[in-house]
Each structure stands twice: as structure tokens, then as C-alpha cells.
Nanobody, 125 residues
Framework: QVQLVESGGGLVQAGGSLRLSCAASGRTFSSRVMGWFRQAPGKEREVVAAIRWSAGSTYIADSVKGRFAISRDNAKNTVYLQMNSLKSEDTAVYYC??????????????????WGQGTQVTVSS
């Protein structure tokens, strides 16, 4: 069982930055692929970024490439999403998700087994 708690969301002006954190419980965090997803009102949940257990491989969605970065600290059971140059279209609820142990990077939300409660990010223009 893995429990995930996101933090770091809030209101920011366009062009600003935020860093989201996702703290995980359980002893299997370091072996799991982790992902960040977002969902805007009226839209489907979409992947933003993902990182493998070894942190040697990451995926960043085209819509945020060059602006967002994903990282993890296995010693702290935490995964991060650094968001720079934020745009109004980045406004959404952001979710952290834990995938299978030693799994491959995946953009498919159904692959992920555990989800956080979400944190709201609002970018004002």
C-alpha cells in the first residue's frame, strides 16, 4: 500500500514558478515509477511527467517541455515537479501517482496504482 500527499499548489501569476511535492508512505516508493498528471475542468486527465525508479529516465509532455522538470529523492520518499514559466493553460488540479514496481515510463493513467488527492494550481494572466 502506498499513500501519496501532494503539496505546493497555489495561485501564481503567468510567468511565475511553483514546485509541487509528493510525499509517499510505504517501503516500495524507491522501486516505483512515479507520475504527475493534471486535470482541468471539463477535460480529461493528462500526463505531465513521469520518472522511473532509478531516476535515470524521465518523460515530459510536449505541452510543458522546457518549462517543467520532474525529479525524485528516494531517501525522502518524495517526487517533485518544478514548474517554470507558467501559463494560464497550466491551470488544473495536479495529481501525483505511483505506478508498478520497476515499471516502465507510461503516459497511461490506468497503469498507475495509487493516487494522491490532488493540489490546485491556478495561473492568473
Amino acid at each position: 500500500q502506498v499513500q501519496l500527499v501532494e503539496s505546493g499548489g497555489g495561485l501564481v501569476q503567468a510567468g511565475g514558478s511553483l514546485r509541487l511535492s509528493c510525499a509517499a508512505s510505504g517501503r516500495t516508493f524507491s522501486s516505483r515509477v512515479m507520475g504527475w498528471f493534471r486535470q482541468a475542468p471539463g477535460k480529461e486527465r493528462e500526463v505531465v511527467a513521469a520518472i522511473r525508479w532509478s531516476a535515470g529516465s524521465t518523460y515530459i509532455a510536449d505541452s510543458v517541455k522546457g518549462r517543467f522538470a520532474i525529479s525524485r529523492d528516494n531517501a525522502k520518499n518524495t517526487v517533485y515537479l518544478q514548474m517554470n514559466s507558467l501559463k494560464s493553460e497550466d491551470t488544473a488540479v495536479y495529481y501525483c501517482a505511483a505506478g508498478p514496481r520497476f515499471g516502465s515510463l507510461s503516459r497511461n493513467p490506468t497503469v498507475y496504482d495509487y493516487w494522491g488527492q490532488g493540489t490546485q494550481v491556478t495561473v492568473s494572466s
